[in-house]
Every structure is written in C-alpha cells, then in structure tokens.
C-alpha cells in the first residue's frame, strides 16, 4: 500500500513539474499596465528608513538590495554580481554590477553602498541587521567592504529584499533627516527596476519602467498601479470583476475562501516564509501571577484546541505553527512539545501548580486582550476554552492599537493575542521576543517577560555561527525550550494569500512576497 | 438684526468654538494610552526601543502635557496646523489635497438628497394613502435604518461585480487617458455608488419631514383659500404649499450638515474614496494628532460655513426670518 502511495506520490509531482515546465514555456511578453492594491495608506516609500509591508511593495520596486533570493531560500545576485566572507566571517566583499544607474542617470558605486547602511543603521526600526557592521570600506567604485564585529550570518538575508535599499548619496546625503526627507515621497531617485511616477496619499501610487535598469531586458511591466483601497471587501470585488490583477497579503478567511472560488483567481500562501507572520496567544511569563508558573502556561497549551482556531476560526486558511519561527523557514523544529488538546493533563499540572478548583469549579482569573478586531474570536474562544479547566478568563478590549501596544509594551497584561513576524532571518525577528535583555522595551519586544539564561546563550550563539547545520542545531535546542516553557502558545501562520488573475505571470511566490523586486511579473495577452 | 450683525456673531462663536474644540481634543488624545510611536512602529512591523525613542523626541512627544499644548495652540494661532506625525507632510497640504474630493461627495449627496427626498416628500403628501406613497415610506425607512458600510457593501455587489455598471473604489482610473470629458465621465462613474449610498440616510429624513409639512401645509387656511379662488392644484402645491413646507426641510439640511460629513467618513472607507473622511479614520487609528485636530478644525468650518448658509437660504425662501419683529 506504501508503495502505490509513494507512486501516486511520484506521479503527482511528476505531472506538477511537467505542467510547471509547460506553464514556463510560456514565454514573459514585454509590455502592459498592471494594477495591483495597496491595503493601507503609505506612510513613507523610502524603504531604507521605513519597514513593514506597505512600503515593502512600492519601496522593493524603486530602490534595488544587493541581493535577492530565490524560493529555496539561496541568495541570488542582483544590484551585488557577486559576493564574499571572509574565512573568520568578518569581512563581507560586495562586487557590484559595473554600469548601473540610479533612476536620474547617476551611476550606483560602493559609496552609496556605504552611505545607505549608515542610513539604514541609524534610521531602520531593525537594529539587530547591520548592528555587527563596524564600517564599510570602498576600495573602488564597485566594491563595498563590510567589516563586522563578529560573524553575522543574519546579513545575508538581511541585504534583500525590502531590507537594504541602496538610495542615492547625491540626494539623501543633504545633511536633511532620512527619516523626513522631502524626497521619500516626491521626486524619488531610486535603484530599482520601476521609477516613481506620482505617489497621491491615500489614493495611489504609479510607478512606471525604468529603462535604465541594470538587468538586461527587464522589467518586463510597463506600468505599475498601486491602488489604495483599504476595505477588504472593496479589494475582493475589484478581483472579482477584474478591475485589480493581483493583491497580496490578503488575511480574512471569508474573503479568501470566497475567492477561491473564482475560475479566474488563483489563491495562494505560498511566498511568505521570510516575511514569517505568526499567530500566537502571548503569555506573561514574567509576571507574579499565575502566567508566570511554568505549570500554568503548560496547562493553558493542553486546554487550547489548535484545531477548532484553524478550521473554525480561521476556516482551514492557516499553516500550523509550532515554534516561533515560520515553519518555511529553515531554521524551523517540527519536532517539539505540540501540545495536543488534553484536559486532564491541563486539569493535572494546575493541582500540581497549587491552584486547586473552588465550590464553584474555578481555580483563578485571567484577563485577556487583543490588539485588532479579527482577533477578537480568538479570545472568546480561549475564554470559553480556559473555563473547562477553572480558569476565568475576562476578555479586555483595547479602544485602538496603541492603547493595546501600551499595555503589552509596559506588561500590563495576563494573556494576550499577538501576531508577530519573523522579518528574514531570526536574528532580525525572533530574538527580540525571547531575549532577556529585551524585556518590556515596548510592543513586539520580549512582552512576555520570558527569562531563560540557555535561550539567551543559545540565541547568541545563533546569531555569530556562520555554520549553517550548526546554527540549525542552535536554533532547533532553542525551540524546544521555548515549547516546553510556553511564555507564548503558537497558533499558526497568520492566513497570508496573494490572489491574482489568469492575467499575471510569474506573480511573486518566492520568500518575501511582493517585498521583493517584481521585474519578472508580466501580464499575458 | 442686521445681515452683518449676524455673520460677524456667528464669526465670534466659531473661534471660539474652534479653540475649545482644539483643547478638548487634544487633552482627550493625550489621556488615551499609548501614541503614534506605536502605530508608527506597527506600521514597520516593530521597531527597537531607541527607535520608538527617537520617534517621540522628532515630534516633541517626550515633552510635557502642557508644553506640547501651548506649542500647538501657538501654531494654529498663527494659522499653522502644523506636519503630520504620520505623514510627514503639512498637515493643510493633506487636506487641502482632500477636501475637495469631499466636498465633492458630500454636495452632490447633500443636494441629490433634498432634491429627490422634497419630490417624494411632496408626492406622498398629495397622495398619502396611495401604494406608491407606502413604498415610498418603506424605502426612505429602509435607507435611513440600513448601516452606510452594509448599503454599500450592497451596491458594489449589485453594480460592481454582478451588473458590471461602476466601478468598485477611488475617485477616478488613472489608467485612462483622454480630454476633459472623459475624465468627466469617470469621475461622475465612481460618485454614483458612494452618493447613492450616502444620500439614502438623508433622503429617508428630508421625504419624511417633508411629507409632513406638506400635508398640514395643504389643510391650512389660505390653501382653502387658494383653492377657493380657483387655481389649479399645480399651482397650489407648488408656490404657495411648497415654499411654507421647505423651510423646516432646509433648517434639517442645515443641521445634518455635520452628519453628512461623518457619514462621509463610512462611505469613503468603503469606496475607498481619497477624501477627508477616509484621512480622518486613518489618522484616528494612527493616532496622529496633528492630522485629526486638523480634521476637526477644518469640518467644524464646514459645518459653521454650511449653518451660515442655511441661514440665508431660509431668509431667501421665507423673508420674515431675521426681519426686525
């Protein structure tokens, strides 16, 4: 029976791959207009002084990284022909790509290299990317030294993607701050295949081919509308009817399930392993109350049914995540504490723990918060979850984000739901949750309080190993450790799906979504 | 009193109204926990705590309450609204590049509303126990009831994606290219939903009030009168009946003016349409003071403005109002 399986297997990706080659056959056509939406307003398109995905769509198209990656997570030159490291790990060489331009003709040389990490370092909410970074040396006009402290594995992935533009010397070394430049929004002078043609707040922004671009032949779009249309039901009628050829990120299950059904969509999650967006129920460890015994928060796990979060609530769009790296992740360990619904166990490791059931069938009172409205089922349904098992749950809204931020960054809270994401490597999105020197230093820091001195050694260790099954071990005791504490109980991936029409080729599927340069995309006749 | 008179008093209220509006809402975004450095660092997907630091010290946040106060009514003093946390752009450049796609909807709407509802209004009235007259009844309930988002959920259902008649969100299609008129016709192709949608709180509201007026207006004395001496029904209704009727439906006008503009900010959420409303609720969840103290400065002229003109209108369609006596 095992063997007809692994035929049916063989067979299945056999045909994958002849319809894959047969879909590659077809051949990227020159050319069109493509329409596209942005889900909130964007703040900021100079993505060298401002993270997150709004910008990382517009701002991977106008400014180019030295590198990029392919969806097996293995870097691939780009604005870097080639690269690097240096035997002790402390010197990374970037030979960069003779003739190319910024948008207004300037040619792009190791000093804005050096010029752009300063920015970046002094600027980018991620400090831990380029904290290594001593300085940088330029040898000549196409090379671009960096000296690191200490090896630093996390730069690979670190200088793709949305993560290290290479902006203009000659426009942003004024002496005005990066931050608030007048050009991030107008005028922008880029690296990257698309230049800006008019960024309207709140309503678009329209980026159009830059011939000039250092990639024979490419990209293959003409145009590029963004449209900003923040109403998700609004976004998925204009997919519907054809008036958007393709979006990403989408998150709301109705919405995604719903789309699946168009003969003309296609739904997917692939593409967001670098991005990493976990789902998860954040406990906090480090508190005095009952979350900051180990037995508890053991017991909240057993008494938590993952199932009924991925198939009710989230209707089936979620990856199961165990750990608090993405499970696309290399670094991800399967193999940990899963915590299968059990609520004996759960009723047993809280006698253990001291908290023995009252007259009334509870043991102790927790509050619960949440930080957005779609996250408000979740907490119900761990407070009706928690009641089998005694504990009382009160659900505690926040009127905005920020009000939430404030009590999650300064402790102020027993359980909440959190989403949070990996940003590339782990060095860059991980540690900051688990660090014990992290603790408390606001929203999407170690909230939890969590205090481990082997995590913290681990972690460490991880960052400096240039190895990579080395590191792969580091990182794989660490997640054993944290599942076995649980100052966090990991839910899942948060339901990411890029949705586009018969329309798109090659629509950005590898590991940073549309944070990445889409000088591939095309639209078909 | 005089005209003059008149303006320069409402003028006086309005600064001070204005002033204690700024007040106010500064202090009550004070008082709410947290501040843009959080939703700024949400926007990044987190940011390390220098960085947050470093945030609230550009935008003098680190400061005390009274401090950044004072500093702030100095500004708008000197017709400053000042830059945008969020945005990093001048605060009046943001409305300013908003106002007019609001004004825009709120207008057309407004004026869609009285129009139809004083037609309905004034036809129900002449036949109030009529089966169109009902219907008439059931759709201005229905509209009045129904939430803004939900109606125009509706619209873009029946007439974005089914009937292919409209398109679904913004103000216009950056990818056609054309004279004038065409780009006319695409403006006025995106403001048919959201209008629609915003007009059928009003129009529920404006047929009501003047379905009512018209039918006691009609049983008055002079109307009798009127009817004696021999005029057609046509012309009783509409010069003598219709103008008595209208003045409580435009003092309402005047009124909802206000709510026109909140309920612009549902609709342009749901249509995606560029104007103040959408500005407003993005600032609100972002928490950028300045934008949103802006905001409200720049609606409560409105309403001040579009109160002042209600005034005249109804010194125009009734001449005894602010006559001496």
């Known amino acids: 029976m095992k063997h007809v399986l692994k035929g049916l297997v063989a067979a299945t990706a056999m045909a994958s791959v002849l319809a894959t080659s047969g879909f590659a056959a077809d051949e990227p056509k020159r050319g069109g207009t493509l329409i596209t939406v942005l889900g909130s307003n964007v703040r900021n398109l100079n993505s060298a002084v401002q993270s997150g995905i709004v910008t990382g769509f517009p701002g991977a198209q106008l400014f180019a990284s030295p590198l990029r990656y392919d969806e097996d997570w293995t870097p691939q030159p780009y604005l870097a022909k080639s690269w690097s490291v240096s035997e002790d790990g402390l010197k990374v060489t970037l030979n960069l790509v003779e003739g190319a331009t910024f948008h207004d003709g300037h040619p792009i040389t190791s000093s804005d290299v050096k010029f752009s990490v300063k920015v970046i370092q002094e600027n980018h909410p991620f400090k831990a990317m380029f904290a290594p970074v001593e300085s940088v040396d330029t040898p000549d006009e196409h090379t671009a030294v960096l000296n690191l402290s200490q090896p630093h594995p996390a730069l690979m992935l670190a200088m793709s993607g949305q993560l290290m533009s290479i902006i203009p010397e000659h426009i942003y070394g004024d002496g005005q701050n990066p931050k608030s430049h007048p050009r991030n929004n107008v005028d922008v002078v880029g690296s990257g295949p698309f230049k800006l043609v008019e960024f309207k707040n709140g309503e678009h922004v329209i980026l159009e081919r830059y011939d000039g671009f250092f990639m024979e032949g490419r990209p293959y779009l003409d145009k590029i509308v963004m449209r900003i249309i923040v109403d998700p039901s609004a976004r998925a009628i204009a997919l519907e009817n054809g008036e958007v050829h393709i979006s990403a990120f989408e998150s709301q299950p109705q919405i995604i399930n719903r789309l699946k059904k168009v003969d003309s969509l296609t739904v997917t999650s692939e593409g967001y392993g670098a991005i990493g967006p976990l789902d998860w129920l954040a406990m906090n460890a480090g508190s005095d109350g009952p979350t900051g015994n180990v037995k508890v928060r053991q017991a909240i796990a057993y008494a938590v049914d993952k199932n009924f979060i991925h198939n009710a609530i989230m209707q089936g769009t979620v990856t199961d995540a165990k750990t608090g790296i993405h499970p696309d992740s290399p670094f991800y360990e399967p193999d940990v504490e899963a915590y299968e619904l059990d609520l004996d166990k759960a009723n047993a490791l809280l006698d253990e723990a001291g908290f023995a059931k009252g007259d009334d069938g509870m043991r102790f009172g927790l509050t619960i918060d949440f930080g957005w409205p779609s996250a408000k089922p979740h907490v119900e349904y761990v407070k009706a979850a928690l009641k089998k098992v005694g504990i009382n749950v009160t659900v505690r809204a926040s009127a905005d984000f920020p009000t939430w931020a404030k009590r999650m960054g300064t402790m102020d809270f027993d359980l909440s739901w959190d989403a949070v994401f990996n940003w590339g490597d782990p060095v860059i999105g991980v540690h900051r949750t688990y660090v014990s020197s992290n603790i408390g230093k606001g929203v999407w820091s170690n909230t939890q309080g969590y205090s481990n001195a082997r995590v913290d050694e681990l972690l460490e260790m991880a960052g400096k190993e240039n190895d990579p099954e080395k590191r792969k071990a580091l990182y794989s005791e660490f997640q054993k450790i944290v599942a076995a504490e649980v100052p966090i109980y990991f839910a899942n991936t948060l339901p990411y799906h890029t949705v586009y029409s018969d329309k798109v080729g090659n629509p950005p599927l590898g590991i940073w979504a549309t944070s990445s340069p889409i000088d591939l995309m095309y639209l078909k006749d | ?325």
């Open chain 2, 1 to 325: 009193m005089n005209l003059l008179q008149t303006v320069l008093t409402r003028i006086l209220y309005a600064v001070l109204l204005l002033i204690a509006v700024l007040v106010l809402n500064f202090s009550l975004m004070h008082l709410a926990p947290g501040d843009v450095a959080d939703t700024i660092s949400q926007s990044m997907g987190g940011a390390d705590a220098e960085v947050l630091a470093d945030i609230r010290a550009d935008y003098g946040l680190d400061k005390p309450f009274l401090v950044q106060l004072a500093t702030y009514i100095g500004k708008v003093a000197q017709f400053d609204l000042g830059h945008s946390f969020f945005y990093n752009t001048s605060v009046t450049g943001l409305i300013m590049q908003k106002l007019p796609a609001t004004l825009l909807l709120v207008i057309t709407a407004q004026v869609l509303a009285l129009v139809v509802g004083v037609i309905l209004g004034v036809y129900s009235a002449r036949h109030p126990n009529g089966i169109s007259s009902h219907f008439v009844t059931f759709l201005a309930l229905f509209g009045y009831s129904a939430p803004v988002f939900w109606t125009g959920i509706l619209l873009l259902i029946g007439f974005s994606l089914h009937i292919q008649w409209f398109p679904v969100a913004g103000m216009r299609d950056v990818t056609i290219e054309g004279g004038f008129w065409v780009h006319f016709i695409d403006v006025v192709r995106h403001l048919v939903l959201p209008v629609i949608t915003l007009s059928s709180i009003f129009l529920a509201l404006y047929s009501r009030l003047c379905r009512a007026t018209m039918m006691e207006v009609l049983g008055s004395d002079y109307v009798r009168t009127a009817k004696a001496k021999g005029l057609t029904t046509r012309e009783i209704v509409y010069k003598h009946a219709l103008k008595n009727s209208l003045s409580p439906v435009v003092t309402l006008a005047g009124l909802q003016f206000s709510a026109v503009i909140s309920g612009a900010v549902l609709v342009e959420t749901v249509f995606g349409w560029p104007g103040l409303g959408t500005l407003a609720f993005q600032s609100i969840i972002a928490r950028d003071t300045p934008t949103i103290l802006g905001i409200l400065f720049f609606s409560a002229l409105v309403v001040i403005v579009g109160n002042l003109l209600t005034d005249l209108a109804l010194r125009l369609i009734d001449p005894r109002v602010g006559s001496k006596g």
